[in-house]
């Protein structure tokens, strides 16, 4: 297996290997003559007893958020990320732009775009590709939560993830459409209620002080606002079931807010949304519920409700303001449903299936 991998880096390798320097703005890079790798890489596809070496063009797009939480030095990170031999590069300076980037790189002709950012950062590229067809997309994590990279099996260091992300290895994953006041897309989670009430009080300031713990703190300033919502939630096509609820979550991965295992049993591969309502309580229930969360017990508790479905509808009053993999997008009434097998995502190695569970 490590000759096998280290063969896979190699060829990757050469793959990626085009002229020219990574600019320090957007720069379209000249790309590889076919003939010209077959003829260097003779020697390494008779060496390891291939009878053939395939080798095309990959057009990759970089999307990179500077102000992603553990980025320190910007300038190095370039150089580091200067390996993938980038067709384009793009830093985002405003909110949205990382979304305007990956359509921009579709139109260019690329099929390979790398989000280097976290999990915000991912859901504006997501966004921007929709449900195209044909590109795969890799994930470089950066941010304060990184919770989809650890569905992908993704190592922390930026060294390890550049070498997965030149092997390329794929798995299909499944994308959620979520219909409100606008059509929205995440590969991750979607929570309302209390959830929407703690990413409003979240900050970028708080964030970059607080780091992993940004989100106990901002939900520790938003629990004075707690209130029950009388939730009407339709499972599919069946009738309505009304709940008081203080939280709705739409589960396609595991993890929430840096690591929380929420959905401990979820698969976003597998087509169905895991649901966790958590119904109104006392706050000693409360409290131990979130104990229950870092201990995967929770979904056995009598304060929550856990469907597997589909598709759902919700609507509630008052009104509850979703997020989008950790980004505030608006309110409810909302429709999600599941696109199977929508994306391609690159993920790390996981002996025997490109996605394992790793708690973290």
């Not at 370039?78 to 909110?95: D, E, F, G, I």
Request: aromatic share 8%.
């Amino acid at each position: 297996m490590r000759n096998l991998f280290s063969f896979c880096v190699e060829l990757w390798g050469v793959i990626f290997d085009a002229p020219g320097k990574f600019a320090n703005s957007i720069e379209t890079q000249p790309q590889t003559d076919v003939s010209a790798c077959y003829a260097r890489n003779t020697d390494l596809a008779l060496n390891r007893d291939r009878k053939e070496l395939d080798c095309f063009i990959v057009k990759i797009a970089v999307i990179i958020n500077p102000r992603a939480g553990s980025v320190r030095d910007l300038r190095g990170l370039l150089r580091q990320m200067a390996s993938l031999k980038p067709y384009r590069r793009y830093v985002t300076r405003r909110k949205g732009a990382a979304r305007r980037y990956a359509r921009e790189a579709l139109r260019e002709g690329c099929d390979y775009i790398i989000s280097a950012g976290g999990d915000g950062t991912l859901n504006e590229v997501v966004n921007g590709i929709g449900s195209a067809k044909g590109v795969k997309i890799g994930v470089l994590p950066l941010g304060t939560g990184n919770d989809f990279a650890r569905c992908l099996n993704l190592p922390p260091s930026v060294d390890e993830n550049l070498v997965i992300l030149r092997v390329g290895r794929t798995k299909a994953i499944d994308l959620v459409r979520v219909t409100a006041d606008r059509v929205r897309y995440f590969v991750n989670v979607s929570a309302g209620g209390f959830s929407g009430v703690v990413d409003e009080r979240l900050t970028p300031g708080m964030k970059r002080t607080w780091g992993p713990l940004a989100y106990l703190r901002s939900a520790a300033a938003a629990f004075p606002s707690l209130r029950a919502y009388r939730t009407s939630i339709r499972f599919e096509s069946r009738e309505p079931r009304f709940f008081d609820l203080y939280n709705v979550v739409i589960a396609n991965g595991i993890y929430v807010a840096g690591g929380w295992p929420i959905a401990p049993h979820a698969n976003p591969s597998d087509g169905l949304l895991d649901v966790i309502l958590v119904r109104k309580a006392a706050a000693a229930q409360l409290a131990l519920l979130g104990a229950q969360i870092m201990l995967r017990k929770h979904l056995d508790s009598k304060a929550v409700v856990y469907r597997r479905v589909r598709s759902l509808s919700i609507n509630s009053k008052p009104g509850m303001w979703f997020n989008v993999d950790g980004e505030l997008v608006g309110n409810e009434p909302a429709r999600f449903e599941v696109l199977p097998r929508a994306l391609q995502f690159v993920s790390g190695l996981s002996h025997g299936s490109p996605i394992r569970r790793v708690p973290r």
